[in-house]
T-cell receptor, first 113, second 113 residues
């Protein structure tokens, strides 16, 4: 059983398009996150959700919006995609709070042309 | 502003040797220091973590050494194996539900047979 899953695994799209990435966790965790990993492998948190409430909102463009239909899902919507959005996006989840172990998904490789 | 500085950027070690990766942090409020391991094409996975109430933690061949006064911590991999070849990230957080996991920039480790 996959603990944290993401779809799609690869996403190639044109500049200006709107796209979504889905994330699901079956660990029963309270908190879910989205991270961006750039071409230099730098990992930076974008959002986190705890019990369907946004608790961290980093300074990311408002073209990015997280949506959590329930505790097990945290989807990432991106509007008006730009070349600089090309990266690997990771979903993660943890129990209780940020100091607990975070379990990462396999990543979604986004390429904006 | 980088709050967790990691070095070296890359490391080549012979099989059986010791791999050492160092991290330094600035925020004295950090109270949780995990190390993550990432293989190519995969998401990061927690390797080992430490809290500042201890100076060392060992799990198998992996040891974290922590120096609170110097605000430094390091990962030691004993008897390094080719299967340890991966990118290693140190991280730090203030803990609780409102803290971020701040990652270092990563160290690419190659263990030569």
């Amino acid at each position: 059983d996959t603990a944290v899953s993401q779809t799609p695994k690869y996403l190639v799209t044109q500049m200006g398009n709107d796209k979504s990435i889905k994330c699901e966790q079956n660990l029963g965790h309270d908190t879910m996150y989205w991270y961006k990993q750039d071409s230099k492998k730098f990992l930076k948190i974008m959002f986190s959700y705890n019990n369907k409430e946004l608790i961290i909102n980093e300074t990311v463009p408002n073209r990015f919006s997280p949506k959590s239909p329930d505790k097990a899902h945290l989807n990432l919507h991106i509007n008006s995609l730009e070349l600089g959005d090309s990266a690997v996006y990771f979903c993660a989840s943890s129990q209780t709070g940020v100091s607990e172990t975070q379990y990462f998904g396999p990543g979604t490789r986004l390429l904006v042309l | 502003q980088q709050q967790v500085k990691q070095s070296p950027q890359s490391l080549i070690v012979q099989k059986g040797g010791i791999s050492i990766i160092n991290c330094a942090y600035e925020n004295t409020a950090f109270d949780y220091f995990p190390w993550y391991q990432q293989f190519p094409g995969k998401g990061p996975a927690l390797l080992i973590a430490i809290r500042p109430d201890v100076s060392e933690k060992k799990e198998g061949r992996f040891t974290i050494s922590f120096n609170k006064s110097a605000k430094q911590f390091s990962l030691h991999i004993m008897d390094s194996q080719p299967g340890d070849s991966a990118t290693y990230f140190c991280a730090a957080s203030k803990g609780g539900s409102q803290g971020n996991l701040i990652f270092g920039k990563g160290t690419k480790l190659s263990v030569k047979p």
